[in-house]
């Protein structure tokens, strides 16, 4: 049964009333309180009816949420638990909430294992000691794509917190072509992960071109006062990232019109899981080849998708992509001749 914001409130408000030993409630009482609390916390004005009170009480004395409050009436008027010690937070959960809890937490041990914060572990251990859970008596039945030898993860959490609380950060970075380390101070403003790899998309101080740093070419981070921070006021970067397979994107970059032509054996699994959020299909010829409409940003990650389709993908349009597709290929196929050595860089 699904349960609305304002109703779980409405539950709470009640429950705190109920279970306070050194008073009894009439109905007239529960209301005023319920709608005292849904003005101070939510703004609502109209507050809530006889009738919606009522049904709350009912419902909480049902076994429809798992609650079974014993609520009783007093005398015909006052309403009280007639267990002082009841409280719905303390009411077990109910065999197939249990069963979520546990598939959440299953979900939450994958992520712990990609250690996303530092406090999820301490979380699921509280979660599996509340809800009895025999971890070794299970069987996993969801695995996530994860690598734990991925360097930088343990940058997530103090960008995130500087994130969270609009604070600079001095970090020493040392790109791979970078021969030594250098320190700079960013603004940080989005944390973005892609294919398993975490980025930070910042500005550097005293300039207005947003950069991305990889998290695994971090060496250090110290924080900075909150004074100096300098807020993200351009587009959001939902939309910012919308045409962009990756995180390599200027802010001067535009989408362009990618047309792809891909085999039947491989058409299936493109039209099923699409290259991009945009991928429109063009046509089907009468060999179950397919034409595909992307509109992205032209950039690394895009010619590493197209590339690693191998040869069931052919760039059609724009020119400027074709060609640099081809001379990957061209590369790779020099790199495989017979007559190539290890010395031979394909140049």
């Known amino acids: 049964m ?11 408000i009640i429950d705190n009333c109920l279970k306070q030993k050194h008073r009894k409630w009439t109905l007239e009482e529960l209301i ?11 703004g609502i004005h109209d507050g809530v009816s006889k009738r919606t009170i009522q049904g709350d009480i009912q419902l909480m004395r049902s076994n429809k949420l798992g609650y079974n409050a014993p609520i009783i009436v007093l005398k015909r008027k006052f309403y009280t638990y007639e267990d002082p010690n009841y409280s719905i937070s303390n009411s077990p959960l109910s065999e197939g909430d249990m ?4 598939d959440a937490v299953d979900i939450l041990k994958l992520l712990n294992g990609f250690t996303y914060f530092e406090e999820m572990s301490d979380i699921i251990a509280r979660l599996e000691n509340n809800m009895s859970i025999q971890v070794d008596d299970t069987i996993s039945a969801i695995q996530l794509e994860s690598n734990t030898l991925l360097k930088g993860l343990n940058w997530i959490t103090p960008i995130y917190k500087a994130i969270r609380e609009k604070r600079p950060l001095l970090i020493a970075y040392k790109s791979f072509k970078a021969k030594s380390e250098t320190e700079t101070v960013y603004f940080p403003y989005l944390l973005k992960e892609y294919r398993n790899r975490w980025f930070l998309i910042c500005k550097v101080k005293k300039t207005t071109v947003l950069v991305t740093l990889a998290l695994d070419r971090i060496v250090d981070i110290a924080e ?9 006021d351009g587009i959001d970067f939902d939309r910012y990232y919308a045409d962009t397979i990756g995180v390599t994107k200027s802010e001067k970059d535009r989408a362009k019109r990618v047309v792809l032509k891909v085999d039947s054996g491989n058409a299936p699994y493109v039209l ?18 397919i034409l595909i409409r992307l509109d992205v940003v032209l950039n690394l990650e895009l010619e590493r998708e197209i590339l690693g389709f191998g040869d069931s993908i052919e760039v059609l349009t724009p020119k400027i992509l074709k060609d640099r597709i081809k001379y990957k290929a061209y590369r790779m196929f020099k ?13």
């Not at 699904?2 to 709470?12: E, V």
């Open 2 to 12: 699904a349960i609305n914001k304002l109703a779980l409130m409405r539950y709470k």
């Open 32 to 42: 005023t309180k319920v709608s005292d609390a849904l003005y101070e916390f939510e």
């Open 99 to 102: 069963a979520k809890m546990k």
């Open 224 to 232: 900075m006062s909150k004074s100096e921070f300098v807020p993200y």
């Open 272 to 289: 099923t899981k699409p290259i991009h959020n945009s991928q429109q299909l063009i046509e089907t010829d009468v060999h179950g080849h």
């Open 335 to 347: 790199k495989y001749r017979p007559n190539a050595g290890l010395g031979d860089t394909g140049l």
